[in-house]
């Protein structure tokens, strides 16, 4: 094809302006992959010339495919090294998150229950609650590292937006530094959805460390909620079919902002614009997997200099007198009941065995699962709960469950471990989920708990 020459040509600079142009395809397996351009040629153009110039532009056409592959080739590269060390922090964490979350439940545990004796006068109460702030930052860090090693399962309940984002911010506060402020707008009005707690809050995590590298000389980080009927179709990446309502958080930051070029990639796992060895590419793409599975959507409005704002659009629900965030806060209720608690580690089982013990339950302690067997074997029928940790020595606690279901086919069970219940070989003793509970636990969710299998038929 011959034309006037283009304006913006990508000559280099030495070369004579040009004046007409013939461009001649690069076809290799059936496609376009460049274009060879003829120019200035006093002499006109004509086929003969194209043909020959054919070997040349065979040539160029198997330099560029060979160029393109090799590419392509490297990606693949990349990516497999990208999956393999995430297949090694995954590995990593899953080989010490139960011994790392048998120490976080033996210090949320013991320093919730003397936050919940001091007086409220107390100067004592402030570093308690420094522990217990720094306990749940580590138990954020483990559940996010067990995120990025797999899909993580979800467990979908009632849930008030509201509460969880404030229950969120100080852990972003301190995650995001002291030269960056978060400032907070929530709704006036209610917003429950049905959600995973942990889920919606590594959300926020993973938005408040990109919006952190974001700001690397400070700024400002702004949360906000609100009631939606509708979303953005322009600016959304849409994962479910549109919700009548919906609950938003909106979640901006002051930062360099994302080019309009990028915008469509930054979900795609892998992707990333962080220097080498600083970022993992998995963070946004573990954000676009938690909305998908409740079944939202997520909007993204950006320019370079500008910030960054997401918002997260998640079906709301009929408000419910008793959502999750707030059943940690209602006192439990104690019994008399005995149960018996398997558990290797020391602190954590003394830890157990105390709480249960103050709110009146007998309590059997075995350290492992032989000696938890030769218990319930010598106190079957007084034993209302077996409370196991699923990874013990001598006996695990699903091969110590066949036996005791052997000796007493209805007894009740709950399971704690400081792994995910999808990670252990329980899944057809509990397969719906509701006989675990996940370390590290606090005492008000133990109590809850083991008060809510005492009483299920």
């Known amino acids: 094809h011959v034309s006037p020459a283009p304006q913006s040509n990508g000559a280099p600079g030495w070369h004579p302006t040009p004046q007409t142009f013939m461009g001649i395809p690069l076809f290799s397996g059936g496609n376009i992959v460049g274009v060879a351009g003829v120019a200035n040629r006093q002499d006109g153009y004509s086929s003969s010339l194209a043909e020959f110039l054919d070997p040349f532009i065979v040539t160029c056409a198997s330099v560029i495919n060979a160029y393109q592959k090799d590419t392509e080739r490297c990606a693949l590269l990349e990516q497999l090294h990208q999956t393999q060390k995430m297949e090694a922090i995954g590995q990593l964490a899953g080989g010490?998150?139960?011994?790392?979350?048998?120490?976080?439940?033996?210090?949320?545990?013991?320093?919730?229950?003397?936050?919940n004796k001091l007086p409220v006068t107390s100067p004592l109460r402030n570093q308690v609650e420094m522990l217990l702030s720094s306990g749940e930052k580590a138990a954020a860090l483990t559940q996010s590292l067990l995120t990025f090693s797999r899909k993580q399962t979800i467990h979908l309940q009632p849930l008030e937006l509201n509460r969880t984002v404030i229950k969120i911010v100080k852990l972003l506060e301190r995650l995001v530094g002291e030269d960056i402020t978060i400032k907070v707008n929530l709704c006036p009005d209610s917003l429950s959805i049905n959600g995973d707690c942990t889920q919606i809050e590594q959300i926020l995590l993973n938005l408040a460390t990109n919006a952190r590298d974001a700001?690397?000389?400070?700024?400002?980080?702004?949360?906000?909620?609100?009631?939606?009927?509708?979303?953005?179709?322009?600016?959304?990446?849409?994962?479910?079919?549109?919700?009548?309502?919906?609950a938003a958080i909106t979640f901006t930051d002051t930062g360099s902002g994302i080019p309009l070029e990028l915008q469509n990639k930054i979900f795609e796992p892998f992707f990333t614009t962080k220097e080498r060895g600083k970022g993992t590419g998995m963070g946004l793409a573990i954000v676009h997997g938690i909305i998908r599975q409740h079944n939202g959507h997520i909007e993204l409005?950006?320019?370079?200099?500008?910030?960054?704002?997401?918002?997260?659009?998640?079906?709301?629900?009929?408000?419910?007198?008793?959502?999750?965030?707030e059943r940690e806060t209602t006192d439990p209720a104690g019994g008399s009941e005995t149960i018996l608690l398997a558990e290797d580690d020391q602190n954590a089982?003394?830890?157990?065995?105390?709480?249960?013990?103050?709110?009146?339950?007998?309590?059997?302690?075995?350290?492992?699962?032989?000696?938890?067997?030769?218990?319930?074997?010598?106190?079957?029928?007084?034993?209302?709960?077996?409370?196991?940790?699923?990874?013990?020595?001598?006996?695990?606690?699903?091969?110590?469950?066949?036996?005791?279901?052997?000796?007493?086919?209805?007894?009740?069970?709950?399971?704690?471990?400081?792994?995910?219940a999808d990670r252990l070989n329980i899944a057809n003793l509990d397969p719906d989920g509701t006989n675990f509970i996940a370390k590290p636990v606090t005492p008000a969710a133990l109590l809850l708990k083991v008060r809510e299998r005492l009483q299920a038929p």
């Open 96 to 115: 010490i998150a139960h011994d790392f979350n048998n120490i976080l439940t033996a210090i949320l545990g013991c320093s919730q229950m003397l936050h």
């Open 215 to 246: 700001m690397p000389e400070g700024g400002t980080i702004f949360i906000s909620t609100e009631q939606r009927n509708q979303f953005n179709d322009t600016n959304t990446l849409a994962t479910a079919r549109q919700s009548p309502a919906y």
């Open 301 to 325: 409005e950006s320019s370079p200099g500008m910030g960054t704002s997401f918002s997260i659009l998640l079906p709301r629900i009929p408000q419910t007198a008793c959502t999750a965030n």
């Open 349 to 420: 089982r003394t830890l157990i065995s105390l709480i249960l013990r103050e709110q009146g339950y007998q309590v059997l302690e075995a350290r492992e699962g032989n000696e938890a067997l030769s218990l319930f074997s010598a106190h079957k029928h007084h034993i209302d709960l077996a409370l196991l940790d699923v990874i013990m020595p001598n006996k695990s606690g699903d091969a110590l469950l066949r036996e005791m279901l052997t000796l007493k086919p209805d007894q009740k069970i709950l399971f704690m471990s400081g792994y995910t």
